[in-house]
């Protein structure tokens, strides 16, 4: 217990929005009994700001995912005091403010969340934050609170993002090297009846990270493989390019030896769909240089750096330009990186090329059909083909009649 001279004072106006407050002696009866043994064992000099109102909200009998928008509210609300601070601010009515806004702005959602079946015996894929950790989304914080277990991709990654958002869940390791092994593991425990989340390090699971083995591997065994949508450095890079990226074919990472990536690179010299890759720091630039010297200098690149982070940048310039915009300012190296590279242009050449090959197509298949078929075999744009086929067809048709109308 609290003695009186250390009875403490409470924030009685705060906002945690425009961040206005004041300051007034606590009426002890405000405190909770936990947050009076907290009090209590917080008697120094200075008190964890973020820790007490993060057990605050936790206090509440309330959803998961309420909980966790209000702890953000108040952590931002803390911030002001730049803890740690002095003992006596106890922020119960900066959680009373966080708890009277919340429900508004959240629970349509939550509800939302809470209404759908998440059946027993499935594994879940939940994308997760490519860098801020509030890129989660509110069935993805569901979900996780209602497994029995997540299948990470490094483990301790994954529990210190879970304990972001206060939770807490025994974890199976699923990583490049076991995840045959490990997808015996997660099967046993679906036959027991469990959910069971599948995690990446970051973003979403199977998009250049581990996943997809579990997901073959699972579905085999029978049960479902539930997808719960969110963040990809892909889609997010994408989301940023502009209207030349109207097709595009994910490539994710190239070979590291230098001859398998030429030779990569040059098996796409004539693919007119835009080209996505994704690259680590230390080989950003020879990647970069790589692309120009496959290519030519003329193509768009998009440099997409450490998105949703601190230090996100997106540059768009051409090719030729990008190993002299990355060696201009050492920072532009640093990171993490997607880089989008416009598509070959349609030439004359393929064009011709792309015609004969509907031309024999539609000797057998309906239009639709042939185009589907010619943008599996060349890469090209199967809208773009699909209106070509469908002009050659209508010729086709016309000069039928024609001839007919002669014949007769
Ligand atoms: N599964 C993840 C996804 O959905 O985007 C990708 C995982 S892959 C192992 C990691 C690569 O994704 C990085 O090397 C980088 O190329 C790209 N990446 C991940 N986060 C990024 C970010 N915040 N900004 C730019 N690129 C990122």
Redesign the pocket.
Known sequence: MLRREHEPTLLVRANARCRSSKLAAAPRTHFHEYERARAADLAHDKVDFATTTREIARHEAQPLTLQIFQRALLERASDRFRHPVPQKVVCLRVAQCALRTAPALMTPLIELAHGQQFPAGALYIVATP??NVADITVRALHVLGLVDRVAAEDTRNTSQLLSRYGISKPTIAVHEHNERSAAEHVIAHLRNGERIACV?D???PG???PGARLVDAVREAGFPVIPLPGA???TTALSVAGAWVHTFSFIGFLATKTKQRDTQLHALLTHTPALVF???PHRIVETVQALERAFGGDRKLLI??????LHESVHQCTLAEGPTWLAADANRQRG???LVVEGAPQTEAAANAHDALLETLLEELSVSSAARLAATLTGASRNALYTRALAMDKARDSDKDTGEEVAQ
């Open positions: 490519i860098g990446s970051a973003g979403t998009i250049s990270d990809s450095a892909l994704y690259e680590a997409a750096r450490e998105l949703t982070k993490e990186f997607v």
